[in-house]
């Protein structure tokens, strides 16, 4: 009976470790992601005829991670990387705006 008890707590044991460990893990790749996006986006910037290659729903899509992004940045306080998504996001938003008023 003893062994029993051991046991089911040794596992609720691993599992809160292991629950902690996908947590890191998680966080880490969401940040690994925003950095490669990022990247992506300071290198190419974002078109303003990318609707011709986009849905509406991606371009949506896109506005919301942007603004994901840039809450990370804040948190980070990472300025500089801030106001540059902020230009980016005018782009959609105009966009977003040129597609919503045909």
Known sequence: MDEDFE???SMEEYNESWDAKLKIWKEQMV????DDNYNAIFTHGISDQLHHDITQS???DLN?????MINHYEELE????????VK???KITRLLNRI???
Do not use: M, P, R, V
Not at 64 to 68: E, P, S
């Open 58 to 60: 991606g371009l949506t």
């Open 64 to 68: 919301k991670t942007i603004i994901f």
């Open 78 to 85: 990472e300025y500089e990387k801030c106001a540059f998504l």
């Open 100 to 102: 919503y008023s045909t």
């Open 7 to 9: 046991f089911n707590s």
């Open 88 to 90: 980016e996001l005018k």
């Open 31 to 34: 940040i690994e992601a925003i």
